[in-house]
């Protein structure tokens, strides 16, 4: 069986908090004194035990542009579940050429995929 993400794990989370705005985060990821750090649906408001923001899938797909442009061409965003029951997002343009394209069965994963290829584009 397998377990839907519904938000960013921490390694996504630490490489999302270097690019995003932290304010986009709507979780964190807290300590729970233990030495293993939990998910909590509080954002991040400078409580001391905080140890990084953290995104669930609405948040992340909140910051996705729905249109980019590229080159004088505007790439419209496109997300849908195909039949492997994987997650395809992917930008194109009126020529239905893909500009950007990622496919994982995780939501979430290729989400954050996405947004990490925006970011290195300068797009995000």
């Not at 519904?6 to 985060?25: G, N």
């Not at 442009?69 to 997650?87: G, P």
Request: with cysteine.
């Amino acid at each position: 069986m397998t377990t839907i993400k519904s938000y960013t794990d921490i390694e996504q989370s630490r490489k999302l908090a270097e690019i995003l705005p932290i304010e986009s985060a709507d979780m964190s990821w807290v300590s729970n004194g233990l030495g293993k750090p939990f998910a909590r649906t509080i954002p991040i408001k400078g409580d001391p035990e905080e140890l990084c923001g953290c995104w669930s899938l609405a948040a992340l797909r909140n910051l996705l542009p729905v249109g980019i442009k590229v080159n004088e061409n505007t790439y419209l965003f496109e997300s849908h579940n195909t039949f492997d029951k994987s997650w395809v997002y992917r930008y194109y343009n009126e020529d239905d050429t893909s500009y950007l394209y990622c496919k994982n069965i995780n939501e979430v994963d290729v989400c954050v995929e996405i947004i990490e290829k925006l970011h290195k584009l300068n797009l995000l």
